[in-house]
Structure formats: structure tokens, C-alpha cells
Nanobody
């Protein structure tokens, strides 16, 4: 059974940092397009960061470029999102996604940034 599970969310002050982790079971993260998405209240889910399989190229939403870093640990079969210089507008539920032939979503982890 394939599962992806996020962790690491929480409450942080503006300017602070958080590191989200996505642990996958039943799939190999290096063979999937792995991405982080977020959804704020009343807004649509949006792509935040993506890392491609094998070569590991990365891409980011303009709103997080220079502040967020996506990375992959093949030995631990995890993908992380390091978030620095957080802003109140980064407040959202953050979701991990694994995409290959099929797409898998985690349950999400809440990130709240206070001003």
C-alpha cells in the first residue's frame, strides 16, 4: 500500500523557519516527481516546489523562491521542504504529492505564521 505522510508543521513567528518532511512508503521517491503544495483558507491549492526524479532538478513558485528549498534523501526515502523567512501569507495546509503513473497525496500538515 502506497502512503505519503507529512510532518513538521506548526506555529512560527514571521521571519522564522520550519522544515517539513514527507515520508513515503510503497514507492521510491527518486523515481517520482515529488512536490509540495499548499492550500490557504478560501483559496485553491497551489504548487510550491517540485523536484524531478533521478536528476533532481527543482522548481519553485515565484512567491517562495529564495526562501524555500526542496530536497530529497534517497536513503531515507523522504522529501523535505526547508522554509526560511516565513511570512504570514505562507500560512496554509501543506501537502506532499508523489506523481508517476499514479498520483498520491498526503493528509497535509498545518503551517501557521504569526505576524
Amino acid at each position: 500500500q502506497v502512503q505519503v505522510a507529512e510532518s513538521g508543521g506548526g506555529l512560527v513567528q514571521s521571519g522564522g523557519s520550519l522544515r517539513l518532511s514527507c515520508v513515503a512508503s510503497g514507492l521510491i521517491v527518486s523515481a517520482y516527481v515529488m512536490s509540495w503544495h499548499r492550500q490557504a483558507p478560501g483559496k485553491e491549492r497551489e504548487l510550491v516546489a517540485v523536484i524531478t526524479p533521478f536528476g533532481g532538478s527543482t522548481n519553485y513558485a515565484d512567491s517562495v523562491k529564495g526562501r524555500f528549498t526542496i530536497s530529497r534523501d534517497n536513503a531515507r526515502n523522504t522529501v523535505s521542504l526547508q522554509m526560511n523567512s516565513l511570512k504570514p501569507e505562507d500560512t496554509a495546509v501543506y501537502y506532499c504529492n508523489a506523481q508517476n503513473k499514479y498520483t498520491y497525496w498526503g493528509q497535509g500538515t498545518q503551517v501557521t505564521v504569526s505576524s
